[in-house]
């Protein structure tokens, strides 16, 4: 299987900046799409913004302008750079990715997600 570990999140004021790093680890495997989705207390998970291994990205339009997505298919890994975050911006950020990976009857589809991590952002 395929296993996603964030970084980077943390607690800043309105205005401010973070930047956050997902890296995929595993045996034998290839992603697809990977990304960033966030869950705020008492609303549904939604996505942020994702990539795809021939390059087109797509953004939650509440964030075009402020949020950059960028991705390293070399170290599988993505990143997330969030400028003049807003107090509407706190929420849990997780890491997503899909493809396949290899076993022993063949290839096999994967979706997997990570812990997790907060991002808080005071007025």
């Known amino acids: 299987q395929v296993q996603l570990v964030e970084s980077g999140g943390g607690l800043v004021q309105a205005g401010g900046s973070l930047r956050l790093s997902c890296v995929a680890s595993g045996r034998s495997f290839s992603i697809s799409a990977m990304g960033w989705y966030r869950q705020a207390p008492g609303k549904q998970r939604e996505l942020v913004a994702a990539?795809?291994?021939?390059?087109?990205?797509n953004y939650a339009d509440s964030v075009k302008g402020r949020f950059t997505f960028n991705r390293d298919n070399d170290r599988n890994t993505v990143y997330l750079q969030m400028n003049s975050l807003k107090p509407e911006d706190t929420a849990v950020y997780y890491c997503?990715?899909?493809?396949?990976?290899?076993?022993?009857?063949?290839?096999?589809?994967?979706?997997?997600w990570g812990q997790g991590t907060q991002v808080t952002v005071s007025s």
């Open positions: 997503n990715a899909d493809g396949f990976y290899r076993t022993i009857r063949g290839f096999e589809n994967f979706d997997s």
């Open positions: 990539g795809t291994s021939g390059g087109t990205t």
